[in-house]
């Protein structure tokens, strides 16, 4: 069955409100461009307030490094098959973040991550994920092991909250991949990430 695609259009700045135009601004202040993704969140003002609200407060929080912030948004929106977050989060943990491009390849290919600590950041995140929040005793030793704490966990749970949003804004519109991350287009997820994840939950 084909998927719901939103009827309405993208907010321009030429056509938005004012409460739209001021968070369309805000976005380019903070973004030096306003991305397809916040023209679509945009309709709806209160999500797009409450996305970028809540994506600041995680990448300022610094309990993850900024390569760990971009395994962990990568990893979100790799489960959550957004095409979109998964080309823009890509560039971002290459040219900002300074994520080992093998890092980044492994979560795009959903191959074996070859460094330990992001490893286990990831596969906890998925976990996460895919057990809606439940994780088991063993789950989360072996992410406390690796030198984590129960504070990241919860920066997990926010992290998960706003790709949630974004992830599943970009679903129903559908949205185009904005040229400047075009280098980095994700064309999906493979077959093996069902399977792995069938044996997560």
């Known amino acids: 069955m084909k998927n ?26 903070e973004n030096k461009m306003i991305p397809n993704m916040y023209k679509a969140m945009a309709n709806s003002p209160a999500l797009l307030d409450t996305y970028m609200h809540g994506y600041k407060k995680f990448k300022t929080d610094r309990i993850f490094s900024p390569a760990e912030q971009e395994v962990v948004f ?14 823009a989060h890509s560039l971002l943990a290459d040219t900002v973040a ?10 795009r290919d959903n191959t074996e991550i070859p460094q330990e600590k992001f490893k286990v950041l ?14 088991s005793e063993d789950d989360v030793q072996k992410f406390l092991k690796a030198g984590y704490s129960e504070q990241h966990i919860l920066s997990i749970i926010l992290a998960i909250s706003v790709k949630t949003i974004s992830n599943y804004v970009n679903h129903v519109f559908e949205t185009e991949l904005d040229s400047v991350f075009k280098a980095r287009k994700w064309k999906g997820y493979k077959v093996t990430r069902d399977f792995v994840n069938f044996f997560r939950k």
């Open 4 to 29: 719901y695609k939103m009827k309405s259009p993208l907010v321009e700045m030429a056509t938005a409100d004012e409460v739209q135009k001021n968070l369309l601004d805000t976005a380019k202040k």
């Open 74 to 87: 990568l990893t979100i929106s790799a489960e959550n098959q957004c095409t979109y977050c998964m080309g």
């Open 98 to 107: 300074k994520v080992p491009v093998e890092v980044t390849e492994a979560i």
């Open 122 to 135: 990831s596969e906890f995140t998925s976990v996460m994920v895919n057990k809606r929040g439940l994780p």
